[in-house]
């Protein structure tokens, strides 16, 4: 399967601290969005990149970050993890950075107890 | 500001009934829309967006720039449809892919 990949599936860690979470995009693909879903809010935009470069930003924390890195897979770096940062995060995909369809992964659900 | 709005969490409707959830934008310039599904234990996926004007899995829907709307439609439903519906703005001055809170169809035997 070439489609997005999100690892890992599951994270459980403690307020304070920071986890990292990474995102493998379709062949192909060149940007790569980052989301968050909590229960109340929808999917809310994060931040994207397109071939190394940050594209677009949204309600993005400033305690967290991206890099999208040369082989195109990216990372999303969470610090200082707060109880309201429990969420699904996912990452999606597409060929090009305006408009083009997005192919999502299957999420990573981050826990901060 | 560019937002979605999609004013029902939850629609239940029974098998053969017609179905609309209804998607209402927020933006400035020339808007592009899409509707993605996620189906139980699926990954999120696009349905169909606006500038292509087909027909997927029987579902329509129509970009209405005056009422500023973009609700998808389809005649009858199935219970294979029952899944969390996310209607999508993408804006080109911005460059964000804005997403509802969707919907979450239900289609009763």
């Known amino acids: 399967d070439s489609g997005v990949t999100q690892t890992p599936k599951h994270l459980i860690t403690a307020t304070g601290q920071r986890v990292t979470l990474r995102c493998s995009p379709r062949s192909g693909d060149l940007s790569v969005y980052w989301y968050q879903q909590s229960l109340d809010q929808g999917l809310q935009f994060l931040i994207q990149?397109?071939?190394?470069?940050?594209?677009a930003k949204g309600n993005i924390l400033e305690r967290f970050s991206a890099q999208q890195f040369p082989d195109l897979h990216s990372e999303l770096n969470l610090s200082s993890l707060e109880l309201g940062d429990s969420a699904l995060y996912f990452c999606?995909?597409?060929?090009?950075?305006?408009?083009?369809?997005?192919?999502f992964g299957n999420g990573t659900r981050l826990t901060v107890t | 500001a560019q937002r979605v709005t999609q004013p029902e969490k939850l629609l239940s409707v029974f098998k053969g009934a017609p179905v609309e959830l209804k998607c209402n934008y927020s933006?400035?310039?020339?808007?592009?829309l899409f509707w993605y599904v996620q189906y139980s234990r699926q990954r999120l996926q696009l349905l169909l967006r606006h500038i292509s004007r087909e027909s997927i899995k029987g579902f329509t829907a129509d970009l209405n720039k005056g009422e500023t709307s973009f609700h998808l439609k389809k005649p009858f439903a199935q219970e294979e449809d029952s899944a969390m519906y996310y209607c999508?703005?993408?804006?080109?001055?911005?460059?964000?892919?804005?997403f509802g809170t969707g919907t979450l169809l239900a289609v009763q035997p």
């Open positions: 999606a995909s597409s060929v090009e950075f305006k408009g083009s369809p997005l192919h």
């Open positions: 999508a703005l993408y804006g080109g001055a911005t460059n964000k892919l804005i």
């Open positions: 933006y400035s310039g020339s808007p592009e």
């Open positions: 990149y397109y071939n190394g470069e940050e594209r």
